[in-house]
């Protein structure tokens, strides 16, 4: 008999390399100026900003231009904030605001009326948020950020005004104690104030 025939190894096929398709380029989302500026403010500024949007402000004031004071010249010690004519721009305003507040209150709109939500929610709630109003103040004002101190000024007066509106105390009264002081020494008016006080307080560190 003869041999079987060996089958032949069949040779591998080489396989050809997978065509790699190109990566399709996705297009970068190109972000608006103004919001890549904006992420790049602190905290701080972010909020002015925001506030800022919410005010129905005179376009005679520029407050994005302060907002976006470089950081030489928003520095404690730095110049004035720039001039701008605005009607009503004077301390008489604090009057007018204290008369509106006083309205607000009288009126008892809490759906429509801030102010009038605020007084409805108590003494201890009006005291709360002037606090926080004043912390701000000054966390913005050492931190070197006048713009910001600005606004916060603005929100910490309009508290008080509240505050006043809902303790009884109408401006004229402070206007008083006010002129009153006027030519006395400061070291002489804390030493006449009323022992009571100091009592009251329970500390002798009164300003």
Same mark, same amino acid.
């Given at each position: 008999?003869?041999?079987?025939?060996? *089958? &032949?190894? @069949?040779? #591998? $096929?080489?396989?050809?390399? /997978? !065509? +790699?398709?190109?990566? %399709? =380029?996705? *297009? &970068?989302? @190109?972000? #608006? $100026?103004?919001?890549?500026? /904006? !992420? +790049?403010?602190?905290? %701080? =500024?972010?909020?002015?900003? @925001?506030?800022?949007?919410?005010?129905?402000?005179?376009?005679?004031?520029?407050? %994005?231009?302060?907002?976006?004071?470089?950081?030489?010249?928003?520095?404690?010690?730095?110049?004035?904030?720039?001039?701008?004519?605005?009607?009503?721009?004077?301390?008489?305003?604090?009057?007018?605001?204290?008369?509106?507040?006083?309205?607000?209150?009288?009126?008892?709109?809490?759906?429509?009326?801030?102010?009038?939500?605020?007084?409805?929610?108590?003494?201890?709630?009006?005291?709360?948020?002037?606090?926080?109003?004043?912390?701000?103040?000054?966390?913005?004002?050492?931190?070197?950020?006048?713009?910001?101190?600005?606004?916060?000024?603005?929100?910490?007066?309009?508290?008080?005004?509240?505050?006043?509106?809902?303790?009884?105390?109408?401006?004229?009264?402070?206007?008083?104690?006010?002129?009153?002081?006027?030519?006395?020494?400061?070291?002489?008016?804390?030493?006449?104030?009323?022992?009571?006080?100091?009592?009251?307080?329970?500390?002798?560190?009164?300003?």
């Amino acid at each position: 008999m003869g041999k079987a025939a060996t *089958p &032949k190894a @069949k040779a #591998p $096929k080489p396989k050809a390399p /997978k !065509a +790699k398709a190109p990566k %399709a =380029k996705v *297009p &970068k989302a @190109k972000v #608006p $100026k103004a919001k890549m500026l /904006k !992420a +790049k403010l602190p905290k %701080a =500024k972010k909020k002015a900003l @925001k506030v800022a949007a919410a005010l129905p402000l005179p376009p005679t004031i520029p407050v %994005a231009q302060q907002l976006a004071m470089p950081k030489a010249a928003s520095a404690a010690g730095a110049g004035a904030l720039a001039p701008f004519t605005v009607e009503g721009a004077e301390a008489a305003i604090l009057d007018t605001l204290w008369r509106t507040v006083e309205a607000r209150r009288a009126a008892g709109d809490v759906e429509h009326s801030h102010s009038a939500r605020l007084l409805a929610r108590g003494t201890a709630k009006v005291a709360q948020k002037l606090g926080e109003e004043a912390v701000e103040c000054v966390i913005e004002a050492t931190m070197g950020n006048r713009a910001a101190t600005v606004l916060e000024s603005a929100d910490l007066l309009y508290h008080l005004m509240v505050l006043w509106v809902d303790a009884g105390i109408a401006p004229a009264e402070v206007w008083a104690e006010l002129a009153r002081r006027q030519g006395i020494s400061g070291i002489a008016e804390k030493a006449s104030r009323p022992k009571g006080l100091v009592r009251a307080a329970n500390t002798t560190k009164l300003p």
